[in-house]
């Protein structure tokens, strides 16, 4: 053979060997990573699979479609039709959307890639796990006893027991018969295992339940959880509670005077307290209301308060209205008795008890007689 | 103009003056002394009535009983007070050696009571104005009775109406004490500083117990 012909085959040979495709290599594609947004899947969550491919061989792979199919984790996106080539040493990401769509657990939805020239295909099962732990959520502080219109701290801890992070948590008061400040807590990202708190000032009309709703995100998915507190009133064990004694009724004109001690047995102050006489009594000058004012605990103070009554009454309440530190008025009534037929008041006059003509009428004699003494010794 | 024994009110100066003249006669200050008893007994009769409403029906005959004494120890008070009066000036004016007869000093003293009948007239008044409004509740045994006797005592010590009545009674024995300084200069024939202290000295300590008692001190 001649040295011309021996080089063209030795070049057609090397032109052959660099432009002709590589035989399909499947077994250097490796999947590098899968991933899932978020984690865990709670049931009916909707989340990202991620699936990254990785080409390890020496030559470019051709790869006609990729795709993910599976029970329980179900792919919501189309398969990707038409790949291509990847190139020798390179990467590429496949992104799925799928749904939760079976129980608990942890599943293996497929990821399949198919090669061209019949080079077979490559399945990567990737791991889902779904898990529908709800965050929890608990009332760690409240009153021993509500009352109308007394306004209560109400203290919400809210816990993330599950695997993933939670995003978003906000706790909101729902319900109706009450009135709550702020009227919604944000707590923000909750790490697994972590807990935030939010404190309600909750201030009820009537016995109702407060349902505190906790609302988070998983991923795009929105989530709750309600924790009903049923708000049913009762007596504050530490509530303040004026008590009356030492009381003592004494007849006077027009009416009665009752003197004595008002004192708070309770926990706590007793603020604005006012001692009054209540119906049937109609209260009368000098002492129609008595103001206290603020008795602390142990406290006690004298009253005095002044009141007429038909003649028929034997015994007429005393009423000590006080309010609490949020202004909350509350009554408490003592009945006094008013010595049966002992007693023997006046009639209230008409002008309320003060004698305008008396006034007047010693006004006069006074001057009548200062004139008549002056004019006595004027004349001698 | 001359009006009589009325005249002893606005000039007891002139008027004993002119007295001095004539032989005593207690014949007008004992109709002083006799009106003012009776306006006394007619000033009971209040009082009377709320005893008559407290005593049970079988007692009513008692109420009429303790009626009438009521009225005449308030009677015979007029002439008591007169009759004190008189011998208290008597007394105290010895001690700045006063000099005249007793008969004169209880004349004179007698006409000094004058202001006490108006005094006693508007007391009467207001005392009807405080008890017309007392309600009496039934009362079935003695203990009640006491009771609400001690009751009306607290009621009628408080009630201003008794007070202003008691203030105005004071005002006038402070006339009639004016009159008696006039009355016991010349009846027991002293200084006008002397007589001034004879009446002053029991008129103002009677006057301090009224008050002390007005302001609920004894």
């Known amino acids: ?40 899947l709670m049931k009916g969550d909707t989340g990202t699979l991620t699936v990254v491919l990785q080409n390890n061989g020496a030559v470019p792979v051709a790869i006609r479609n ?80 509500f009352s109308a219109s007394r306004t209560a701290d109400i203290t919400v801890r809210v816990g993330n027991p599950r695997p993933n992070a939670a995003s978003g948590v906000q706790v909101v008061p729902q319900g109706t018969g009450f009135s709550v400040t702020p009227t919604g807590g944000f707590i923000g990202a909750l790490a697994p295992d972590a807990s935030g708190t939010v404190t309600f000032n909750l201030t009820p009309t009537a016995e109702t339940d407060v349902t505190f709703q906790v609302v988070w995100r998983n991923g795009i998915n929105t989530h709750t959880a ?46 604005s307290v006012l001692v009054t006489p209540g119906a049937p009594a109609t209260p009368i000058d000098p002492f129609r209301v008595y103001v206290v004012g603020t008795l602390d605990s142990d406290d006690i103070s004298s009253f005095e308060v002044t009141f007429t009554t038909d003649g028929t009454v034997e015994e007429i309440p005393v009423v000590v209205e006080y309010r609490d530190d949020d202004g909350n008025r509350y009554t408490s009534t003592r009945m006094v008795g008013l010595g049966g037929t002992m007693a023997a008041p006046l009639e209230e006059r008409e002008d309320g008890g003060f004698p305008v003509v008396g006034i007047v009428i010693v006004a006069l004699v006074a001057l009548g007689i200062a004139g008549a003494i002056y004019y006595s010794w004027k004349r001698t | ?60 005959g ?90 009306l005592v607290t009621i009628l010590s408080t009630d201003p109406l008794a007070q202003i009545a008691g203030i105005v009674s004071i005002f006038f024995v402070i006339w009639s004490a004016n009159i008696w300084v006039f009355g016991m200069k010349y009846a027991r024939n002293l200084s006008t500083r002397d007589a001034v202290l004879t009446v002053g000295i029991p008129v103002g300590l009677y006057i301090l117990y009224r008050l002390i008692t007005l302001a609920g001190w004894l």
């Open chain 1, 1 to 40: 053979m001649k040295p011309i012909y021996l080089a063209i085959i030795t070049l057609l040979c090397a032109v052959i060997a660099f432009a002709a495709p590589a035989s399909a290599a499947p077994a250097d594609i490796t999947v590098v990573s899968s991933s899932l947004d978020p984690p865990v």
């Open chain 1, 66 to 145: 990729a795709r993910l199919y599976g029970s329980g984790v179900v792919p919501l996106s189309d398969p990707y039709p038409s790949v291509g080539e990847l190139g020798a040493g390179n990467s590429k990401t496949f992104t799925f959307t799928v749904r939760a769509d079976g129980g608990e657990g942890t599943f293996y939805p497929t990821f399949v890639l198919d090669f061209r020239d019949g080079a077979g295909s490559l399945r990567y099962p990737v791991p889902v796990q779904v898990e529908d732990t709800p965050l929890s959520a608990s009332v760690i502080e409240k009153p021993d006893a």
């Open chain 1, 226 to 271: 309600d924790l009903v507190l049923p708000v049913a009133f009762g007596e504050d064990k530490k509530q303040a509670d004026p008590v009356i004694t030492n009381v003592e009724v004494t007849p006077i004109a027009g009416g009665y005077r009752i003197v004595g001690d008002v004192m708070n047995a309770g926990l706590e102050s007793a603020r």
């Open chain 2, 1 to 60: 103009m001359d009006t009589g024994f009325l005249r002893v009110l606005l000039d007891p100066g002139r008027f004993f003056e002119a007295r001095m003249q004539e032989k005593p006669s207690l014949k007008i200050p004992a109709l002083i002394a006799v009106v003012m008893g009776l306006i006394g007994a007619v000033s009971v009769i209040p009082m009377t009535d709320i005893t008559m409403a407290m005593l049970p029906a079988e007692m009513q």
């Open chain 2, 62 to 151: 008692l109420g009429v009983l303790m009626t009438i004494i009521s009225a005449a120890f308030a009677f015979v008070g007029g002439f008591l007070a007169w009759v004190i009066y008189g011998f208290v000036f008597y007394l105290v004016s010895m001690i700045f050696k006063g000099q005249g007869d007793l008969e004169r000093t209880m004349e004179f003293t007698g006409y000094g009571l004058l202001p006490q009948v108006f005094g006693g007239i508007i007391g009467t008044y207001f005392s009807f104005q405080l008890l017309s409004g007392l309600n009496i509740p039934p009362m079935t045994n003695p203990e009640q009775m006491v009771e609400f006797s001690e009751n």
